[in-house]
């Protein structure tokens, strides 16, 4: 058998894809370390000067404490809102005879509009077709008295059996009113935590009785508590049978506030326009005339909260960038110092080989990193107040992701921002100049 000769074999030469894929990794490893070496010396310098440093952020730092805290109020007085005070109850709005009212105008032309009464309310608890259930109630405010004691401003409501369920009260202890005592316009009344904080503190409620004026009612049950909104307790009521409280105290002038609740979320505004419907040809109001009556659902309520709460975040927007400028300006200002003070390490950087695009890197992420730092100690700043003010005053305050996130990409982008004219002034020195700088 011949001897096999490799003189003629040759090497292959490499495939193009694998030629570009090598060569865009070495871009990306060329590129990382020049950032990651521009990124320690942005520290050393920062380090160098940390009184200069803390000094000069002290705007973003304002800035940043500032946006942080005012979103985290907002943020949590719109869970507070929605919780406390725009919860009507699972998919529930209320036909009204006033609704929102914002102004002087709305509030006399409000005052024109007809009753809602009792026969509405009928009309729409046996016509409606998107409706789960339709309540109804009427109330004063009237002082409730049980032996010696008396307890002021008292909401004493009459309702409908199927109140407690539309408005989501739990009963504690006892019972709610029932259909039968409706019918028969028993004298009893279910009562909130506060009554039987104030009157019957050591002994079961249930059976006693309380007084408004000349009529005495027995207490049949007690409801679990709802807490207060906005410093208000809502656990001030009393609620007896509607027959009841209109044998007893309805007058010319009351009206019924008619509670409607929808199948569920999506049919909300369906049955709200059914309703409309009804209330309107019942009135036999013409197609081009507005409603005399209101519609309110916790939309409504909230749309009103938003508004204002927006006048607060755009008065905390303006304070905020008036901050973030002046922090600005003032970053600017210590950057081209900086520069100054650096003259012959950029000369010395330069005859070493580094282009301007280095030096106009290192003076921007050096730009940015200030800024940036200064957000850190602003967000950590918020993050303290929000927590003082929370264990000190137990104030609604919620801090949203998205404030931490605007808050760090704003003072950044501010850094970038007044960073680049120092910068580009850094990268334009003649090394030669440089180098002979006394600096």
Same mark, same amino acid.
């Given at each position: 058998?011949?001897?096999?000769?490799?003189?003629?074999?040759?090497?292959?030469?490499?495939? !193009?894809?694998?030629?570009?894929?090598?060569?865009?990794?070495?871009?990306?490893?060329?590129?990382?370390?020049?950032?990651?070496?521009?990124?320690?010396?942005?520290?050393? @310098?920062?380090?160098?000067?940390?009184?200069?440093?803390?000094?000069?952020?002290?705007?973003?730092?304002?800035?940043?404490?500032?946006?942080?805290?005012?979103?985290?109020?907002?943020?949590?007085?719109n869970l507070y809102v929605a919780d406390r005070v725009a919860n009507?109850?699972?998919?529930?709005?209320?036909?009204?005879?006033?609704?929102?009212?914002? /102004?002087?105008?709305?509030?006399?032309?409000?005052?024109?509009?007809?009753?809602?009464?009792?026969?509405?309310?009928?009309?729409?608890?046996?016509?409606?077709?998107? @409706?789960?259930?339709?309540?109804?109630?009427?109330?004063?405010?009237?002082?409730?008295?049980?032996?010696?004691?008396?307890?002021?401003?008292?909401?004493?409501?009459?309702?409908?059996?199927?109140?407690?369920?539309?408005?989501?009260?739990?009963?504690?202890?006892?019972?709610?009113?029932?259909?039968?005592?409706?019918?028969?316009?028993?004298?009893?009344?279910?009562?909130?935590? =506060?009554?039987?904080?104030?009157?019957?503190?050591?002994? =079961?409620?249930?059976?006693?009785?309380?007084?408004?004026?000349?009529?005495?009612?027995?207490?049949?049950?007690?409801?679990? !508590?709802?807490?207060?909104?906005?410093?208000?307790?809502?656990?001030?009521?009393?609620?007896? !049978?509607?027959?009841?409280?209109?044998?007893?105290?309805?007058?010319?002038?009351?009206?019924?506030?008619?509670?409607?609740? @929808?199948? /569920?979320?999506?049919?909300i505004e369906a049955s709200k326009d059914e309703a409309r419907m009804?209330? *309107?040809?019942?009135?036999?109001?013409?197609?081009?005339?507005?409603?005399?009556?209101?519609?309110?659902?916790?939309? /409504?309520?909230?749309?009103?909260?938003?508004?204002?709460?927006?006048?607060? +975040?755009?008065?905390?927007?303006?304070?905020?960038?008036?901050?973030?400028?002046?922090?600005?300006?003032?970053?600017?200002?210590?950057?081209?110092?900086?520069?100054?003070?650096?003259?012959?390490?950029?000369?010395?950087?330069?005859?070493?080989?580094?282009?301007?695009?280095?030096?106009?890197?290192?003076?921007?992420?050096?730009?940015?990193?200030?800024?940036?730092?200064?957000?850190?100690?602003?967000?950590?700043?918020?993050?303290?107040?929000?927590?003082?003010?929370?264990?000190?005053?137990?104030?609604?305050?919620?801090?949203?992701?998205? +404030?931490?996130?605007?808050?760090?990409?704003?003072?950044?982008?501010?850094?970038?921002?007044?960073?680049?004219?120092?910068?580009?002034?850094? +990268?334009?020195?003649?090394?030669?100049? +440089?180098? *002979?700088?006394?600096?």
């Open positions: 058998m011949g001897s096999v000769s490799f003189d003629n074999l040759t090497t292959s030469a490499p495939l !193009p894809g694998a030629t570009a894929v090598s060569s865009r990794r070495e871009r990306y490893k060329h590129a990382w370390i020049t950032f990651s070496e521009t990124l320690k010396l942005s520290l050393d @310098a920062l380090r160098a000067h940390k009184l200069r440093s803390f000094l000069t952020l002290l705007g973003v730092i304002l800035a940043v404490t500032t946006l942080v805290v005012v979103m985290s109020v907002i943020s949590g007085l009507l109850g699972a998919n529930v709005f209320i036909v009204d005879r006033f609704g929102i009212i914002t /102004s002087q105008d709305q509030w006399v032309k409000a005052q024109k509009r007809p009753l809602l009464t009792l026969e509405e309310f009928e009309r729409l608890r046996d016509n409606m077709k998107l @409706a789960t259930a339709v309540a109804a109630e009427e109330d004063h405010n009237l002082a409730v008295k049980s032996g010696d004691q008396v307890m002021e401003n008292v909401m004493m409501m009459g309702a409908t059996p199927n109140f407690a369920d539309v408005r989501n009260l739990n009963v504690a202890e006892g019972r709610f009113i029932t259909p039968a005592d409706e019918d028969h316009r028993t004298e009893v009344v279910f009562i909130g935590p =506060d009554l039987v904080k104030k009157f019957f503190p050591n002994v =079961d409620p249930i059976g006693k009785t309380v007084r408004v004026q000349t009529h005495t009612y027995e207490v049949i049950g007690v409801a679990e !508590p709802l807490g207060s909104a906005f410093g208000q307790s809502q656990d001030n009521y009393m609620i007896m !049978p509607l027959s009841t409280w209109r044998k007893g105290w309805h007058s010319n002038n009351d009206w019924v506030a008619i509670f409607v609740q @929808a199948p /569920s979320a999506e049919l009804l209330m *309107r040809a019942w009135r036999h109001l013409k197609n081009d005339a507005p409603d005399n009556f209101a519609i309110l659902g916790s939309d /409504s309520i909230m749309e009103l909260w938003h508004q204002l709460t927006g006048n607060l +975040a755009f008065v905390a927007m303006a304070l905020v960038s008036v901050f973030l400028v002046v922090g600005g300006i003032v970053i600017m200002n210590i950057m081209l110092a900086s520069v100054t003070e650096r003259t012959r390490e950029i000369g010395l950087r330069r005859s070493l080989g580094a282009r301007k695009q280095h030096i106009l890197l290192q003076f921007l992420t050096e730009s940015a990193v200030l800024a940036a730092t200064g957000g850190v100690i602003g967000l950590v700043s918020a993050y303290a107040v929000v927590f003082l003010v929370k264990a000190i005053f137990s104030f609604p305050m919620e801090t949203p992701l998205i +404030a931490v996130l605007l808050s760090l990409c704003l003072s950044t982008a501010v850094g970038l921002f007044f960073g680049i004219f120092p910068a580009m002034r850094a +990268a334009k020195l003649d090394p030669i100049e +440089a180098l *002979r700088s006394e600096n």
